[in-house]
């Protein structure tokens, strides 16, 4: 566990693609001690020159990004918008296979943690990528007057990189969801069919639990997605008290358009009534759900969804 008590609080989102945390970031950014940009690790953006902020304005003509842009260069980096520099990957093909390898089992994470340990080019390209992600930390917190930083990025592989390197004060929002509706939306997104979806689902949540495996059990925390949007004061109420912040309940709509959020294409929306998506259980065919259950059952009842 980190000592270190001047290090900066640290929330991190982690959870399976469609689960619910770009809607979980937007509610939790209303809160004035939390400072976020969404998704940290800042990837599958797309064409930038179209791309906006959920601010409304282009990311490249966003003034609160054009700050941030001043801030990290004015530290001597190298920082633009088309590359952050904070996702965990190398120009070498050792550096990255080693960066971006999903978290697996202990006798592969003792060599991982021991290569890139050894190697100097992994070593110095590690620690380059926590300290890129250290000092966007603190320009954001600055800029927006957050006392804990919150990084929506969702990837274990990238958690476990940041909570090895001991810089921060880590707690972990760990989101659930229906792992139906989750495959529904990645197989429709993604046009995969079911079984892909589930097998997709099944081992991210795997990656999640292994990665908590590591975790203190008072680092983090489970938040189940149909409680977020059936009971969101009682649920965001939990999560503040977790990151020891004081309640924040007036308002839980998602209209934050003051808020630099990335992420998917919720981040541009204006939604005044927080609705349980459960599209899945009248889309779905009902061989998409023998499938599922075959594939990711028997992990969706353990989450207590049956």
Known sequence: MNTQTHCRDLAYILAPSYTGSTLLTFLLAKHKDIATIGELKATARGDLSAYSCSCGALQRECSFWKEVTAQMQKLGTSFTLEDFGTHFRSTSPLSDRLLRASVRGGLFELVRNTILGLLPGSRRCLQGILERNQQLIEIVCKLQGGRVFLDGSKDPIRLRHLHLADRWNIKVLYLIRDGRGAANSYMRHYHVPMAT????????????????????????????????????????????????????LDDVRLSVLQQHILGNEMRL?????????????SVLAPEDIRVFERVAGRYNHALRYG
């Open 197 to 248: 979806a589930a097998r997709e689902w099944r081992l991210t949540h795997r990656e999640c639990d292994r990665v908590i495996g590591e975790l203190s059990d008072d680092t983090y925390i489970r938040v189940h997605y149909e409680d977020l949007c059936a009971k969101p004061r009682a649920t965001l109420g939990s999560i503040y008290a977790f990151l020891g912040l004081e309640p924040d």
């Open 269 to 281: 929306r204006s939604v005044e009534e927080i609705k349980l998506d459960e599209k899945w259980k």
